[in-house]
């Protein structure tokens, strides 16, 4: 504020200055100052400025690297030097379900994985990227995301599809392992790396439902000709003690004359009801065996 009145007062008295005796403006010579103290303005006002947090400052004089700006205000000089930020906050990417990245499993399947991937630059090192990339964002884009991809794309590689699934906590956990070796010495912090999701192409779901049906299929006819089995053996048990009954009942008339069958028998039919009549000097029969 005090800068625009002081060079307002210096327009000032040059426009009273610069009025010929006929009270013409000089046009000229009012143009040519109002240009300076535009030109001055711009030179203070481009002589400081701020570093917000999650950044820094790379400060670059005649474009050589001279330092850097931790957040917060700073001074430079205008024209020769440049403040470039470089945003050291953390970076996620993700895959999500509907647009997952493409993988391959060990068995040779397209399997299709969800992924979040954090991570950050170390802000110690910015000016080794500014000088090597121009920008955070050309290092991220054409260094860090690539490499991503393609740890995270041969870590499931040494999965089958199905263990891609059932195993995938410990994939995310070997995918970070996999990532915190690959970016040793590239200036770069894996936060975390999570495989939220797995999926598979159209047709080898549908492979994989036919599979599952012809499974379940095969094991119901298993168990129906398990029961068939065990219905005949039932069978078959139950001939073999009949026959057995019946060899012990054909031993036991065989060894007493079958006395003692005919008296089974007998007591099996009787009603417990005696004769009505006897002819008279016969002994009482004990039951009649005739239907």
């Known amino acids: 504020m005090a800068v625009w009145l002081y060079n307002r007062r210096i327009l000032d008295s040059h426009l ?65 030097q440049k ?10 990417l993700t895959a999500t379900k509907d647009a997952p990245l493409s993988a391959a499993s060990n068995d040779l399947q397209d399997t299709r994985l969800a992924v979040v991937v954090n991570y950050h630059i170390n802000p110690s090192t910015v000016e080794n990227i500014y000088q090597q990339y121009g920008s955070a964002d050309t290092y991220y884009h054409n260094i860090v995301e690539p490499l991503i991809v393609a740890t995270v794309k041969a870590t499931a590689s040494q999965y089958t599809a199905a263990e ?22 590239k200036n770069v912090a894996i936060e975390k790396a999570d495989i939220t999701d797995v999926s598979f192409s159209e047709s080898f779901t549908a492979a994989i439902e036919a599979k599952v049906t012809a499974v379940q299929q095969a094991e119901a006819a298993k168990n129906k000709l398990e029961q068939v089995k065990f219905e005949a053996q039932q069978t078959i048990e139950t001939a ?51 239907n």
């Open 16 to 80: 009273f200055m610069y009025k010929d005796v006929n009270g013409e403006l000089k046009v000229a010579k009012v143009a040519t100052h109002v240009i300076l103290g535009l030109v001055a303005l711009i030179l203070v006002w481009g002589s400081f400025g701020t570093v917000q947090a999650g950044e820094r400052g790379v400060r670059t004089q005649l474009g050589a690297v001279v330092g850097v700006v931790q957040p917060g205000f700073y001074v430079k000089f205008p024209i020769i």
């Open 83 to 92: 403040i470039v930020k470089m945003d050291v906050r953390t970076q996620s």
């Open 164 to 185: 891609q699934i059932q195993k995938r906590l410990e994939m995310s956990a070997k995918a970070l392992t996999a990532l915190n070796t690959a970016f040793e010495g």
């Open 240 to 290: 073999k003690a009949t026959a057995e009954a019946q060899r012990i009942q054909a031993q036991s008339l065989a060894a007493q004359g079958g006395s003692d069958y005919v008296q089974l028998k007998a007591l099996e039919k009787w009603d417990g009801k005696l004769p009505v009549q006897m002819i008279p000097g016969t002994t009482v029969p004990f039951i009649n065996l005739k």
